[in-house]
T-cell receptor, first 113, second 107 residues
Framework: DTGVSQDPRHKITKRGQNVTFRCDPI?????LYWYRQTLGQGPEFLTY????????KSRLLSDRFSAERPKGSFSTLEIQRTEQGDSAMYLC???????????FGPGTRLTVL | QKEVEQNSGPLSVPEGAIASLNCTYS??????FFWYRQYSGKSPELIMS????GDKEDGRFTAQLNKASQYVSLLIRDSQPSDSATYLC???????FGTGTKLQVIP
């Protein structure tokens, strides 16, 4: 399967713990995006990378969130000191160039107790 | 005003009918537009992209774009129960999404 993959698919954690998610994009895609989606809402943009460079980060994104794409391939999204409001589906997508079609991974569902 | 607006629905259509989904956007300089389908509990799946004014057809799906009026629509012909999902309209490179329209196709 050459689509976007994400790991883990589900994560349950206690408030205050740190969590890290991984995304592996489609191999020839140089752009990688992270989104968050809560029930009844569309995906909300968090940040994106072109190769290893993080080009934009949402103003709404707390300092507790950090993302990396160290070798321009896979990416990680870390949430420190999780809060119940962080419970959501975290989606990763990749594309070839700006404006091009984005393809989503299956998502990581985070539940913060 | 939200950047991308959709009627949340649900939009109910009988099997075999045409479903019409609409979306308006606020950024006049937007260049790229996408329709995604999302089944409950799953991630969005790209079904159509459109960049120029007019219609674009792909199988049972037709996307329509009118930049002057700042709207984009999706028509689904011969609707099937398997089309029942939430349809998300998305605009531009960082893909600003609407909240989605829930479509129910009634057998």
């Amino acid at each position: 399967d050459t689509g976007v993959s994400q790991d883990p698919r589900h994560k349950i954690t206690k408030r205050g713990q740190n969590v890290t998610f991984r995304c592996d994009p489609i191999s020839e895609h140089n752009r990688l995006y992270w989104y968050r989606q809560t029930l009844g809402q569309g995906p909300e943009f968090l940040t994106y990378f072109q190769n290893e460079a993080q080009l934009e980060k949402s103003r709404l994104l707390s300092d507790r969130f950090s993302a990396e794409r160290p070798k321009g391939s896979f990416s990680t999204l870390e949430i420190q000191r999780t809060e119940q409001g962080d419970s959501a589906m975290y989606l990763c997508a990749s594309s070839t160039t700006e404006g091009d079609e984005q393809f989503f991974g299956p998502g990581t569902r985070l539940t913060v107790l | 005003q939200k950047e991308v607006e959709q009627n949340s629905g649900p939009l109910s259509v009988p099997e075999g009918a045409i479903a019409s989904l609409n979306c308006t956007y606020s950024d006049r300089v937007s260049q790229s537009f996408f329709w995604y389908r999302q089944y409950s509990g799953k991630s969005p799946e790209l079904i159509m992209s459109i960049y120029s004014n007019g219609d674009k057809e792909d199988g049972r799906f037709t996307a329509q774009l009118n930049k002057a009026s700042q709207y984009v629509s999706l028509l689904i012909r011969d609707s099937q129960p398997s089309d029942s999902a939430t349809y998300l309209c998305a605009v531009n490179a960082k893909v600003t999404f609407g909240t989605g329209t829930k479509l129910q196709v009634i057998p």
